[in-house]
């Protein structure tokens, strides 16, 4: 199964690529790795892990040892995007000492991440609009439709 890749830059600009390397499985989150593990075009890169998501959509945390699925206590902060069942929809601030628990992956890449944030923490040789020129393109304006008349 190929790995959507996330190539961010520094001022903001992400490169989707796909991947079919191997050599990604076994690594862990926060790890530098060589953008020639990844393909040639990237060679000279340098890339840092920064995240990952596994094929159901559970993130992994990099506190988490392994690859399997665990529930963990989490507490303000990281995955904490919800308040307690009872608050329902009304806005509320998050109660002090609020915890949650959550299932995430471990923090090791395996064959069931389907998708993987990097960070260029160095750049290598070719411009990565010359590796890219397809995402390159600005974004073509829509055809404003007319309303119909009734």
Excluded: C
Excluded at 14 to 40: C, M, P, Q, R
Excluded at 86 to 103: A, N, Q
């Amino acid at each position: 199964m190929p790995f959507k890749l996330n190539l961010a830059e520094k001022n903001g600009k992400t490169w989707k690529v796909e991947s079919v390397s191997e050599t990604l499985v076994g690594k862990h989150v926060g790890e530098n790795i060589k953008g020639s593990d990844i393909s040639a075009d990237l060679d000279g890169y340098e890339l840092t892990i920064a995240g990952a998501s596994d094929i159901a959509g559970f993130p992994h945390k990099k506190d988490v040892e392994g690859t399997e699925l665990k529930r963990v206590l989490l507490t303000k902060g990281w995955g904490m995007h919800k308040r307690p069942r009872r608050e329902g929809k009304k806005k509320r601030y998050t109660p002090k000492g609020l915890r949650l628990r959550k299932t995430v992956r471990g923090s090791r890449l395996s064959e069931k991440t389907s998708q993987i944030n990097l960070v260029i923490t160095k750049h290598g040789h070719k411009k990565l609009t010359e590796i890219f020129p397809e995402q390159n393109k600005p974004k073509e304006a829509k055809p404003v439709e007319a309303a119909p008349v009734a």
